[in-house]
């Protein structure tokens, strides 16, 4: 029967593992259910993405799942999805080449999450992380270290991260994306920042930083 429920696990890695349960009807076509990827230690998809990137991920695990239903119209495929986690623990970030972590996030989570692929709508109920610790500082000619971190490898070797040139041909095409962030926490953050523009570098320590935003 094509309404019975199926489950699939697959397990490819040192406690990774995809699962996948739900039904399946081919014609017309249709399928919910709940899909989770748990355990994913982020240095293994950074290994094939580190040609193109100016960081390394030295640690991190990933987990997320979703709930989904896909259905079939008149006019095009309709996919719902529901119930969305998104958790990150242990996450620490450094440079190329330096084993000190500039970003170092225990906890990172996302719950609740929705998204209506048709009418491009997410929905976020709530975004926590808390307990982490954020290394930034001013380089010589006065960028954030983590602009040089984050810019693309095929930027100018430089400290100032490239600006796009606009190409006034071109327009937006299509509906934009809705986000809807309504909760978003942040809990006993440590940052340490350094001023290396200045001939005696001055540095600045914050500890236990908690803001909250709602939408």
């Given amino acids: 029967d094509a309404e019975n429920p199926y489950a699939v696990t697959a397990e490819f890695g040192d406690g990774e593992t995809l699962q996948w349960e739900g039904t399946l009807v081919v014609e017309p076509l249709s399928s919910s259910g709940k899909v989770s990827l748990t355990g994913l230690h982020l240095h293994t998809p950074w290994r094939y993405l580190q040609d193109q990137l100016r960081f390394e991920i030295q640690n991190g695990l990933l987990s997320v799942s979703s709930e989904y239903q896909v259905t079939s119209g008149d006019e095009a495929v309709e996919v719902l999805l529901s119930a969305g986690e998104v958790h990150v623990t242990n996450l620490e970030l450094a440079a190329?080449?330096?084993?000190?972590?500039?970003?170092?996030?225990?906890?990172?989570?996302?719950?609740?999450?929705?998204?209506d692929l048709t009418q491009q709508e997410v929905a976020i109920p709530f975004v926590r992380s808390k307990d982490a610790s954020l290394s930034?500082?001013?380089?010589?000619?006065?960028?954030?270290?983590?602009?040089?971190?984050?810019?693309?490898?095929?930027?100018?070797?430089?400290?100032?991260?490239?600006?796009?040139?606009?190409?006034?041909?071109?327009?937006?095409?299509?509906?934009?994306?809705?986000?809807?962030?309504?909760?978003?926490?942040?809990?006993?953050?440590?940052?340490?920042?350094?001023d290396r523009t200045l001939e005696t570098p001055a540095q600045l320590t914050l500890e236990g930083v908690d803001f909250q935003v709602k939408g």
């Fill in 96 to 115: 190329k080449g330096n084993s000190e972590s500039v970003i170092a996030i225990p906890s990172f989570d996302v719950e609740g999450v929705s998204v």
């Fill in 136 to 194: 930034i500082w001013l380089t010589k000619t006065g960028a954030v270290n983590y602009q040089s971190l984050f810019a693309p490898v095929d930027a100018r070797e430089s400290d100032e991260v490239p600006e796009a040139t606009p190409n006034p041909a071109e327009e937006p095409s299509g509906k934009p994306w809705v986000v809807d962030v309504q909760d978003f926490i942040v809990q006993n953050y440590a940052v340490q920042f350094e």
